[in-house]
């Protein structure tokens, strides 16, 4: 069965101050690792897709990377619209995506 | 920007009544999903769904729900006679290729 362990469940940071999150998975033959954002009372929104071990992506502040057993999502500098909760999902086949409980980042100004 | 959009917002009804959520997936895409979102729970996958049939559903996906792309533009979900935990956010999602998922707003769903 697959499972993704998303560590820690919640991250206080002050504006500036630069941090990374963590995704534990298992999954036998990864399809795809992706990376959501999700605001209070709103779909989760898409932010990167992670492939291979060793690949990484970029987008603003933010730089996702994977290795065969987890995926940093980095947060640089962070501006107080960064808070959100971060999710981590892992696809094994097409169309079964497993996803964490989540990290909530709450960026202090 | 193209969005998947969903309808209603917030459901209401009562125990044991049949409910119909509906979504417009993004127009090019191939492939739709149907999750739940229980209130401080993690989002788990319900269904998904390709060329015109399901092709993978999981064990919450029992025989009370059904789902349905009634023509070009709609992917709607089913719920027979709704039970108290059936009460969460359901959101649509559609992708292209089967990858990288594009979701809705969600739809709060509320069983008294």
């Known amino acids: 069965e697959d499972q993704v362990t998303q560590s820690p469940e919640a991250l206080r940071l002050q504006e500036g101050e630069s941090s990374s999150l963590n995704c534990s998975y298992t999954?036998?033959?990864?399809?795809?690792l992706f990376w959501y954002r999700q605001d209070p009372g709103k779909g989760p929104e898409f932010l990167f897709t992670?492939?291979?071990a060793g690949e990484e992506k970029e987008k603003e502040r933010l730089k996702a990377t994977l290795t065969k057993k987890e995926s940093f999502l980095h947060i640089t500098a962070p501006k107080p619209e960064d808070s959100a909760t971060y999710l981590c999902?892992?696809?094994?086949?097409?169309?079964?995506?497993?996803f964490g409980d989540g990290t909530t980042l709450t960026v202090k100004p | 920007e193209p969005e998947v959009t969903q309808t209603p917002s917030h459901q209401v009804t009562q125990m044991g009544q049949e409910v119909i959520l509906r979504c417009v997936p993004i127009?090019?895409?191939?492939?739709f999903y149907w999750y739940r979102q229980i209130l401080g729970q993690k989002v788990e996958f319900l269904v998904s769904f390709y060329n015109n049939e399901i092709s993978e559903k999981s064990e919450i996906f029992d025989d009370q729900f059904s789902v349905e792309r009634p023509d070009g533009s709609n992917f709607t979900l089913k719920i027979r006679s709704t039970k108290l935990e059936d009460s969460a956010m359901y959101f649509c999602?559609?992708?292209?290729?089967?990858?990288?998922?594009?979701f809705g707003p969600g739809t709060r769903l509320t069983v008294t």
């Open positions: 992670l492939y291979s």
């Open positions: 999902a892992v696809q094994a086949r097409a169309g079964k995506s497993t």
């Open positions: 127009s090019n895409h191939l492939y």
């Open positions: 999602a559609s992708s292209v290729q089967g990858n990288e998922q594009y």
């Open positions: 999954v036998s033959g990864l399809r795809g």
